[in-house]
C-alpha cells in the first residue's frame, strides 16, 4: 500500500488533468511515463538491492552499521537521479520530441508536457529516496509508519491539484507541481522520523556528497543550455530527426561529462565505485 501511493497519486492527477480535457490526459501520461524511468532504473533498483543489508543489520541491531547502508545507498542513487533530473529539466524540449516524435506531439503539446516534466524531475530525488526509506522501515517491522505517510501524501497531493486546477486554473503542468511538494514533503518526514529512531545520521556523510553532487549537477546543466542553445539554432537542423538526435547527444555529452569530471575533481566517492562497476561490466 505505501509503494502503490505513487500509482494512486498518478490515478488522482489522471482524473483532474482529464476535467481540462482528452489531450491534457495524453501529455500528463508522457510526462508521468518519462519521469518514472530514472526512479525505476535507480530508485526502486537500489532500494531493492539494499533491503538484505538492511534487514540484517536491524537484525543484529547493528544501528551504526543500519544508518550507514542508508547513507551508502542514498549516495548511490542520487549520484545518477540528480544529473538526470537536470537533464530532464534543461533537455526537456529535446527529449520529449525524440521519444514521442513530432507528429503525435505538436509544437504546443511538446512545450506543456516539457514543461509538465520539468515539474516532476525537481522531485527526482525525493521519489527515488522514499523507496529505500520505505524498505529502512520494512527492515525494522514497520509497515505501518510508511503507510501513514503515504497516505498524507496522497491527501496532500489531492489538495494541491485541486487548488491548482479547479481553484487557480493553472495548466497541466501544475500537477507536476503538486506531485513534487507532496513527494519532497514524504521524504523528507519519512526521514526525520527515521532520523528520531534510529539517533542521529552523520550530517557530514549524508549532506556532504549530495551537497557537491548537486553542484555538479547545477554547472551541467549550465554546460548543457548554452551550447544546445547555440547548436540548435547555428549548426543542427532541428527540424528533422537526425538533427535533433545529434544536438541531444552531443549536448548531453557534455552535459555528464562535466558532471562526472566535477564530482571526481570534488571527491564525490560513488565516481570510483561507478568505475568499478563499469571495469566488472566490461
Known amino acids: ?14 482524473i483532474l488533468a ?4 482528452a489531450k491534457m490526459v495524453t501529455i500528463f501520461n508522457f510526462a508521468s ?3 518514472q524511468l530514472p526512479i525505476g532504473l535507480f530508485g526502486a533498483t537500489i532500494a531493492q538491492a ?26 548511490q542513487m542520487l549520484f545518477f537521479v540528480l544529473p538526470i533530473s537536470v537533464l530532464f529539466i534543461v533537455l526537456r524540449i529535446p527529449i520529449v520530441r525524440l521519444v514521442f516524435g513530432a507528429q503525435r506531439c505538436d509544437w504546443e503539446a511538446t512545450v506543456l508536457t516539457g514543461m509538465t516534466l520539468s515539474m516532476f524531475s525537481v522531485s527526482l ?7 529505500l526509506l520505505a524498505r529502512a522501515y520494512y527492515a525494522l517491522y514497520d509497515s505501518k509508519t510508511p503507510v501513514l505517510i503515504a497516505i498524507g501524501s496522497i491527501l496532500l497531493n489531492t489538495a494541491f491539484s485541486l487548488l491548482f486546477i479547479q481553484g487557480m486554473h493553472l495548466p497541466i503542468w501544475s500537477l507536476g507541481v503538486s506531485t513534487s511538494i507532496a513527494s519532497i514533503l514524504q521524504a523528507v518526514l519519512l526521514f526525520y522520523l527515521l ?3 534510529l539517533g542521529t545520521f552523520s550530517r557530514k556523510d549524508l549532506f556532504v556528497p549530495i551537497f557537491k553532487m548537486s553542484v555538479a549537477s547545477l554547472l551541467s546543466g549550465v554546460v548543457m543550455y548554452v551550447p544546445m542553445k547555440l547548436l540548435d539554432q547555428l549548426v543542427f537542423d532541428t527540424t528533422r530527426t537526425f538533427g535533433l538526435i545529434l544536438l541531444t547527444g552531443s549536448t548531453m555529452t557534455m552535459g555528464l561529462s562535466v558532471y562526472f569530471f566535477l564530482s571526481w575533481v570534488m571527491g ?9 562497476m563499469i571495469s566488472k561490466v566490461r
Open 125 to 131: 530525488f525525493a521519489q527515488s529516496v522514499i523507496h
Open 268 to 276: 564525490v566517492g560513488e565516481v570510483h565505485s561507478f568505475i568499478a
Open 18 to 21: 482529464s476535467l481540462l480535457g
Open 195 to 197: 532520523d528520531k529512531r
Open 33 to 35: 511515463h518519462l519521469q
Open 1 to 14: 500500500l505505501g509503494l502503490a501511493a505513487s500509482q494512486i497519486d498518478t490515478t488522482v492527477d489522471l
Open 50 to 75: 539494499a533491503l538484505p543489508s538492511l534487514s540484517i543489520s536491524a537484525a543484529k541491531d547493528e544501528r551504526e552499521e543500519l544508518k550507514h547502508a542508508i547513507v551508502r545507498s542514498t549516495n
